[in-house]
């Protein structure tokens, strides 16, 4: 399944571009979405530069990369580390003070499934309201 760039915009502009995406879309052969995308991956190769994308974001987590010349945002290291046979991120791993868990939710055996899935534990996430349904979580206490 694909999906028109023009939709992809309309759909950014809106704060949907996550929904919007499936997570089987390929986009122009510069990235190939996993299966199980982690966030919202994208083609800066394809970026106009407009910033549409920095002002939909719920989570004003978008910034302008000059080096690049394209919007940007973290992506879990999935270029940098995940693609190459890592399982951790490099701010995880950099942690002095282990606050901070990477992980496949979907993998009951995880450390972060165990995390998330205590009777007692308190999730919280950011903007809940704007229904993105984010799946970075923080722990209280």
């Known amino acids: 399944m ?10 950014a502009v809106t704060g949907s571009a996550a929904a919007a995406l499936p997570a089987t879309t390929q986009a122009r052969g510069n990235l190939e979405v996993p299966p199980k995308a982690i966030g919202m991956l994208y083609d800066a190769t394809l970026c106009i530069g407009c910033k549409a994308c920095m002002t939909a974001c719920p989570y004003n987590a978008r910034y302008y990369n000059r080096e690049i010349q394209a919007v940007d945002k973290c992506d879990f290291c999935y270029h940098k580390r995940l693609q190459n046979g890592d399982t951790n991120t490099a701010c995880a791993e950099a942690c002095p003070a282990g606050a901070l868990f990477f992980g496949d939710l979907s993998e009951h055996k995880s450390e972060i499934y165990k995390l998330l899935h205590k009777p007692e534990q308190t999730i919280l996430v950011l903007r809940p309201e704007s229904g993105s349904m984010p799946n970075v979580f923080y722990l209280q206490g």
């Open 2 to 11: 694909s999906i028109k760039r023009r939709d992809f915009l309309k759909a």
